[in-house]
T-cell receptor
Framework: GENVEQHPSTLSVQEGDSAVIKCTYS??????FPWYKQELGKRPQLIID?????GEKKDQRIAVTLNKTAKHFSLHITETQPEDSAVYFC????????????FGAGTQVVVTP | DTGVSQNPRHKITKRGQNVTFRCDPI?????LYWYRQTLGQGPEFLTY????????KSRLLSDRFSAERPKGSFSTLEIQRTEQGDSAMYLC??????????????FGPGTRLTVT
C-alpha cells in the first residue's frame, strides 16, 4: 500500500519568511495530493491540492509542487504570518480507487513575530 | 452549518464499555470516510462508504469495531468492549461522488474518545 513520509516534523520560522514542507510517496499510482492544516483542537482543513497532471499550483501565499518522477511533493508558504502556525499534513491517494487518503505524520509550523 | 458534523465531540468511557459515534456528512456527498488520529500523528483510514455500501475496511478495524450508514446519509461507528488503546480522535470526512471532477474530502470536528 501507499506510504507517505513528511519532513520536517517541526519548523520554526520568523514572520515574513518562507516555509517549505516536503513529502515523499511510494505508490506510483497515486495521482491526487491534498494538504491539510490542523489548528489545535480543530478539524483538518483542506488548504490546497494538486493532481498528477500538473507540476505546480498556487493560491495566494501557498503553493504546491509535484515531481512525479521522484515521487515527492512540497508545500511552500510565503510571507508567513502568525496565523499560519498549525500542524500541516500531506496526503496521497489514487482517484481511481475509493480515494482513501494516506497521510504523512505532520509538520508543526511555528511562526514567531 | 453546512459542513460535516460529528457527535458527541467528547466521550469518556470505562474500559470494556461500548460507545457509538455519529457522523452527518455534507448533504450532497455520497462518499463517507472514517479515520482515527492519535496524538502527533496524521489521520489513519478506517473505513469507507459509498452511499449505504461499506466498500473497504482497514486492517486497523478489529472485530470490535463496526460502522453503518443505513440510508446513505449519516453514519455510525461503534466500538465494543473498549480498550485503552482505542483512545484517539475519530474523524469523519465526506466527498462528492466520483466522476464529478473533484476529490476533496471535508472533515468533521471529530469525536475525542478517552478510555479510562
Amino acid at each position: 500500500g501507499e506510504n507517505v513520509e513528511q519532513h520536517p516534523s517541526t519548523l520554526s520560522v520568523q514572520e515574513g519568511d518562507s516555509a517549505v514542507i516536503k513529502c515523499t510517496y511510494s505508490d506510483s499510482a497515486s495521482n491526487y495530493f491534498p494538504w491539510y492544516k490542523q489548528e489545535l483542537g480543530k478539524r483538518p482543513q483542506l488548504i490546497i491540492d494538486i493532481r498528477s497532471n500538473v507540476g505546480e499550483k498556487k493560491d495566494q501565499r501557498i503553493a504546491v509542487t509535484l515531481n512525479k518522477t521522484a515521487k515527492h511533493f512540497s508545500l511552500h508558504i510565503t510571507e508567513t504570518q502568525p496565523e499560519d502556525s498549525a500542524v500541516y499534513f500531506c496526503a496521497a491517494t489514487t482517484t481511481d480507487s475509493w480515494g482513501k487518503l494516506q497521510f504523512g505524520a505532520g509538520t508543526q509550523v511555528v511562526v514567531t513575530p | 452549518d453546512t459542513g460535516v458534523s460529528q457527535n458527541p465531540r467528547h466521550k469518556i468511557t470505562k474500559r470494556g464499555q461500548n460507545v457509538t459515534f455519529r457522523c452527518d456528512p455534507i448533504s450532497e456527498h455520497n462518499r463517507l470516510y472514517w479515520y482515527r488520529q492519535t496524538l502527533g500523528q496524521g489521520p489513519e483510514f478506517l473505513t469507507y462508504f459509498q452511499n449505504e455500501a461499506q466498500l473497504e475496511k482497514s486492517r486497523l478495524l478489529s472485530d470490535r469495531f463496526s460502522a453503518e450508514r443505513p440510508k446513505g446519509s449519516f453514519s455510525t461507528l461503534e466500538i465494543q468492549r473498549t480498550e485503552q488503546g482505542d483512545s484517539a480522535m475519530y474523524l469523519c470526512a465526506s466527498s462528492l461522488p466520483r466522476g464529478q471532477g473533484t476529490y476533496e474530502q471535508y472533515f468533521g470536528p471529530g469525536t475525542r474518545l478517552t478510555v479510562t
